[in-house]
């Protein structure tokens, strides 16, 4: 079993940088990967950027170029840094990990409870 709590979302205006965080506690060494999705109202949730354990990230083709995503293995803890925000960022953004069990829901195992992030124009 794996909890993940996401922090660090907040209202911030168009041009804009956040910094979000998850943190992982549990069984964290079955964790193979690590990613940020996002969900905003009426819309799919949709991968924003994905870690895996050996480092590799991929993006969301919307935020390459402006999201980072990365980790902390003393702290447990894996961060997307956002720059150059958009209205079109705004959504709940949510933390996923993967340690290969059969139940899966958007190809994670285990989903915090997310945090909004709003962007103003």
């Known amino acids: 079993q794996v909890w993940l709590v996401e922090s660090g979302g907040g209202l911030v205006q168009v041009g804009g940088s956040l910094r979000l965080s998850c943190r992982a506690s549990?069984?964290?060494?079955?964790?193979?990967?690590m990613a940020w999705y996002r969900q905003a109202p009426g819309k799919q949730r949709e991968l924003v950027a994905r870690i895996w354990r050996d480092g590799d990230t991929n993006y969301g083709v919307s935020v390459k170029g402006r999201f980072t995503i990365s980790r902390d293995s003393v702290r447990d803890t894996v961060y997307l840094q956002m720059n150059s925000l958009e209205p079109e960022d705004t959504a709940v953004y949510y933390c996923?990990?993967?340690?290969?069990?059969?139940?899966?829901?958007?190809?994670?195992?285990?989903w915090g409870k997310g945090t909004l992030v709003t962007v103003s124009a």
């Open positions: 996923g990990a993967r340690d290969g069990s059969p139940e899966v829901y958007y190809g994670m195992n285990y």
């Open positions: 549990g069984n964290i060494f079955s964790i193979n990967d």
